[in-house]
Nanobody, 122 residues
Framework: QVQLVESGGGVVQAGGSLRLSCAAS????????MGWFRQAPGKEREFVAA????????SYADSVKGRFTISRGNAKNTVYLQMNVLKPEDTAVYYC???????????????WGQGTQVTVSS
């Protein structure tokens, strides 16, 4: 059974940092691109960041560029999202996803985690 499990969410004050982790199991994800998306209440799921299977290519939404960093673990079955200088508008449920190519489109991803809540207080 394929599983993606996120962790690291929580409550943080504006300007603070959090590091999200996503561990993949059930198959080898070393050849999969990994992405992070988020969904705030009443809003559609939006792209945050993505990394290629090697981790050498990454892309970011404009709203997080320069503040968030996506990276992959050595075994490539883990992906991280380092979030710095957090803002209240970053509050959302954050999801990791695995797919064949690193894109900003949710439909391009085959596997999804259950999400982890990030709340940034002002």
């Amino acid at each position: 059974q394929v599983q993606l499990v996120e962790s690291g969410g929580g409550v943080v004050q504006a300007g603070g940092s959090l590091r999200l982790s996503c561990a993949a199991s059930g198959r080898t994800f070393s050849n999969y691109a990994m992405g992070w998306f988020r969904q705030a209440p009443g809003k559609e799921r939006e792209f945050v960041a993505a990394a290629s299977w090697s981790g050498s290519i990454s892309s970011y939404a404009d709203s997080v560029k320069g503040r968030f960093t996506i990276s992959r673990g050595n075994a490539k079955n883990t992906v991280y999202l380092q979030m710095n200088v957090l803002k209240p508008e970053d509050t959302a449920v954050y999801y990791c996803a695995a797919g064949r190519i690193a894109t900003s489109r949710p439909d391009d991803y085959d596997y999804w985690g259950q999400g982890t809540q990030v709340t940034v207080s002002s």
